[in-house]
T-cell receptor
Framework: DTAVSQTPKYLVTQMGNDKSIKCEQNLGHDTMYWYKQDSKKFLKIMFSYNNKELIINETVPNRFSPKSPDKAHLNLHINSLELGDSAVYFC?????????????FGPGTRLTVT | AQTVTQSQPEMSVQEAETVTLSCTYDTSENNYYLFWYKQPPSRQMILVIRQEAYKQQNATENRFSVNFQKAAKSFSLKISDSQLGDTAMYFCAFLGEGLTQGGSEKLVFGKGTKLTVNP
């Protein structure tokens, strides 16, 4: 059974389009995260939700909007895609809101904007 | 703000040998958590080992162990008996409790060390 799943795994799209990445965890965790890994492999947090409530919102362009319909899902919607948005996006979850417990990562979604 | 520095962008080791990956961090917090994550070519992020700052004993997980030096703000990872499957990017990460000014609940990653295990 997949603990944290993301769809799609690969996404190629043109500048200006709007796209969504979906994330689901079946671990019963309360906290979920979105991370961005750039072309140099640098990994940085974007958002964190605890039980559907936004608790961390990094300095991310407002073209990025996370949505949590329930605590098992955290989707990422991106408007007006730009070349610089090309990256691998990881979803993660943890049992502990403070992240002290292990964060389980999804397989990542490689987004390529052309 | 917390920073995590991995000074070795790339390293290589022969199979069955031991290798140590370096990590230093900067924080004003007294209690925090440190992690090593592994990212193989499959891209999956896997937790290798974690250390709680208030515990003086170094964490170990099978062939993986850490040397945690709190005063020096150093958290190195030692891999013993290296295996081909250990080939991956290794990320050091810091998590504070966010209780001090500039503290944060965010997991902060270093830039990673690419480790290659050679047969």
């Amino acid at each position: 059974d997949t603990a944290v799943s993301q769809t799609p795994k690969y996404l190629v799209t043109q500048m200006g389009n709007d796209k969504s990445i979906k994330c689901e965890q079946n671990l019963g965790h309360d906290t979920m995260y979105w991370y961005k890994q750039d072309s140099k492999k640098f990994l940085k947090i974007m958002f964190s939700y605890n039980n559907k409530e936004l608790i961390i919102n990094e300095t991310v362009p407002n073209r990025f909007s996370p949505k949590s319909p329930d605590k098992a899902h955290l989707n990422l919607h991106i408007n007006s895609l730009e070349l610089g948005d090309s990256a691998v996006y990881f979803c993660a979850s943890s049992q502990d809101r403070m992240g002290r417990a292990e964060q389980y990562f999804g397989p990542g979604t490689r987004l390529t904007v052309t | 703000a917390q920073t995590v520095t991995q000074s070795q962008p790339e390293m290589s080791v022969q199979e069955a040998e031991t290798v140590t990956l370096s990590c230093t961090y900067d924080t004003s917090e007294n209690n925090y958590y440190l992690f090593w994550y592994k990212q193989p070519p499959s891209r999956q992020m896997i937790l290798v080992i974690r250390q709680e700052a208030y515990k003086q004993q170094n964490a170990t997980e099978n062939r993986f162990s850490v040397n945690f030096q709190k005063a020096a703000k150093s958290f190195s990872l030692k891999i013993s008996d290296s295996q081909l499957g250990d080939t991956a990017m290794y990320f050091c990460a810091f998590l504070g409790e966010g209780l001090t000014q500039g503290g944060s609940e965010k997991l902060v990653f270093g830039k990673g060390t690419k480790l290659t295990v050679n047969p």
